[in-house]
């Protein structure tokens, strides 16, 4: 199985902060990564897909980069409906396997 | 719209079975594969299964295979998720997602969820 490793577990920041977040493949997955975002209590959100293609109408201050074992999800302005976890996903081979989240709170 | 409808969860007993629904709406149905992918309380997201468009295809994580059978009857715009043997590590929320294409492994809509607890 293909092992994704997420960096920070958690991340403290404010409004107006760049954000990065850093995603880790065990494997080469070439482009095939998603990024989710989730609020307590709801379903997982899709943002990003292929790496880098933005999801239709997910604001574009996210960004996604990255290819091989390693990717990252940017926020290049945090807003207050940004603070949730964020999950990266490969698709490339079953099973398809996700990070084990990075939560974004308000510093 | 697209909007994917859970149903079916609750509270059974170790060894004992479930069925989950999701009722699909907005979409072609059959044009789509689709999965089922599970959260455990306070937990991470894990991948159950998933099935093609024909439902001819399908797909388990390891922890479920021989125990859940995933299905989809394209008449009803319906995905199902049959659960047996079910265990105490079973417990979580229950989540179908769209696949952006023919398994993909990529979703691009989730439901809301439906809530399994096993437990005596």
């Known amino acids: 199985d293909i092992q994704m490793t997420q960096s920070p577990s958690t991340l403290s920041a404010s409004v107006g902060d760049r954000v990065t977040i850093t995603c880790r493949a065990s494997q080469s997955i070439s482009i095939w990564l998603a990024w989710y975002q989730q609020k307590p209590g709801k379903a997982p959100k899709s943002l990003i897909y292929?790496?880098?293609s933005l999801e239709t109408g997910v604001p574009s201050r996210f960004s996604g980069s990255g290819s091989g074992t390693e990717f990252t999800l940017t926020i290049s302005s945090l807003q207050p409906d940004d603070f949730a976890t964020y999950y990266c996903q490969q698709y490339t081979s079953y099973p398809w396997t996700f990070g084990q989240g990075t939560k974004v709170e308000i510093k | 719209e697209v909007q994917l409808l859970e149903s079916g969860g609750g509270l059974v007993q170790p060894g004992g079975s479930l069925r989950l629904s999701c009722a699909a709406s907005g979409f072609t149905f059959s044009n789509f594969a689709m999965s089922w992918v599970r959260q455990a309380p306070g937990k991470g997201l894990e991948w159950v299964s998933a099935?093609?468009?024909?439902?001819?295809?399908?797909y388990y994580a390891d922890s479920v295979k021989g125990r859940f059978t995933i299905s989809r009857d394209n008449s009803k715009n319906t995905l199902y998720l049959q659960m047996n043997s079910l265990r105490a590590d079973d417990t979580a929320v229950y989540y179908c997602?769209?696949?952006?294409?023919?398994?993909?492994?990529?979703?691009?809509?989730w439901g809301q969820g439906t809530l399994v607890t096993v437990s005596s």
């Open positions: 099935t093609g468009g024909k439902g001819d295809s399908t």
């Open positions: 292929k790496a880098s």
């Open positions: 997602a769209k696949d952006r294409g023919q398994l993909r492994g990529n979703f691009d809509y």
